[in-house]
């Protein structure tokens, strides 16, 4: 609850907590009695009032905000402790003094988690800015975000967002500069394979240091090289293989070619020896010279044997 009696500007300047100290004061305390004037509640509702003036103050850094509540934290635990030694100390329970402590305690537990609340306001405050200046500097490369390294120190109020947005550009400029390394990298290694290695593999690299990128590079492009090697190698194998059986078929149709001639030889001289001369006996009498010559060619066209007997 504030003090309606206090007014305060916009520009609050920031206060001293003061120190809320119980003790008892033996004197006073009678066995099952507790004297009413053991504690000076008049100056402790005084402290507690100080203390309530946190809810009028304009922070404007969250190292503020959290220092003051570990503060009024520390009050509220030292003001517990005296509620619990009290109690253990007395044997009868003093419900008026009881009271007044739960009371005065509840209000600084109030305090506490007021400055809690409006702690966790101003650092969401401040990451909610922080995440718009980190999409600013990576609109054109937002994939590359999950590489960015965030600074604790970014979300400290003392800590200007200027400062903030020059280390995030330094660090794209950074990744930028290694995106072309890399490539440049890349372009040198393809320039001694076939199978060309893409960026997208090598991306990871963007993390690690430039000699860490142009070894894992050259290594790559070795791995590839003997690759291409063995393939070369298979390859080379399966064409001597392919050109050895093409010479086995050449010469197996080849040793077949020559043993069908063989047979086809054979077969034609035993049917040439097995064939008996085919005679046509044809009794003429006074043929016509062209009826001679004619019969003379169909005897030859058709291979029939003759020869001429005068009886």
């Known amino acids: 609850m504030k003090n309606k009696n206090t007014e305060i500007e916009a520009e609050t300047s920031l206060v001293t907590l003061p120190k809320m100290e119980f003790v008892f004061d033996s004197a006073k305390i009678i066995?099952?009695?507790?004297?009413?004037d053991m504690i000076d509640f008049e100056k402790a509702e005084q402290k507690v009032e100080e203390i309530e003036k946190l809810y009028d103050v304009v922070f404007t850094n969250v190292e503020d905000v959290k220092k003051y509540r570990e503060e009024v934290a520390s009050t509220k635990a030292s003001a517990d402790k005296f509620k619990k030694d009290l109690m253990d100390y007395l044997n009868a329970d003093p419900k008026e003094i009881n009271q007044k402590l739960i009371n005065l305690i509840k209000r600084v537990e109030a305090v506490r988690k007021y400055l809690y609340e409006k702690e966790k306001e101003m650092d969401?405050?401040?990451?909610?800015?922080?995440?718009?200046?980190?999409?600013?500097?990576?609109?054109?490369?937002?994939?590359?975000?999950?590489?960015?390294?965030?600074?604790?120190?970014?979300?400290?109020?003392?800590?200007?967002?200027?400062?903030?947005?020059?280390?995030?550009?330094?660090?794209?400029?950074?990744?930028?500069?290694?995106?072309?390394?890399?490539?440049?990298?890349?372009?040198?290694?393809?320039k001694e394979i076939k199978f060309k290695i893409v960026f997208e593999s090598m991306k990871y690299l963007i993390r690690e240091e430039y000699t860490?990128?142009?070894?894992?590079?050259?290594?790559?492009?070795?791995?590839?090289?003997?690759?291409?090697?063995?393939?070369?190698?298979?390859?080379?194998?399966?064409?001597?293989?392919?050109?050895?059986?093409?010479?086995?078929?050449?010469?197996?149709?080849k040793q077949e070619a020559i043993a069908k001639a063989l047979q086809e030889k054979e077969q034609k001289?035993?049917?040439?020896?097995?064939?008996?001369?085919?005679?046509?006996?044809?009794?003429?009498?006074?043929?016509?010279?062209?009826?001679?010559?004619?019969?003379k060619r169909f005897l030859d066209k058709n291979n029939i044997k003759y020869f001429k007997e005068m009886k």
Do not use: H
């Open 124 to 190: 969401n405050a401040k990451r909610k800015k922080i995440k718009s200046i980190k999409e600013l500097v990576f609109k054109d490369k937002p994939e590359y975000l999950m590489y960015l390294i965030d600074n604790k120190k970014w979300e400290n109020k003392t800590f200007k967002e200027a400062n903030i947005e020059a280390e995030i550009q330094q660090q794209y400029d950074e990744l930028i500069k290694k995106e072309n390394f890399i490539n440049q990298e890349i372009e040198k290694a393809n």
């Open 212 to 253: 860490v990128i142009s070894k894992a590079i050259n290594d790559k492009m070795n791995e590839i090289k003997q690759t291409e090697e063995n393939l070369r190698i298979r390859a080379e194998e399966e064409k001597q293989r392919e050109i050895a059986e093409l010479e086995r078929k050449r010469e197996l149709e």
């Open 269 to 295: 001289e035993t049917d040439n020896t097995q064939k008996k001369d085919t005679y046509i006996c044809i009794k003429v009498n006074g043929l016509s010279k062209e009826i001679a010559l004619e019969l």
């Open 31 to 36: 066995p099952a009695k507790i004297d009413k």
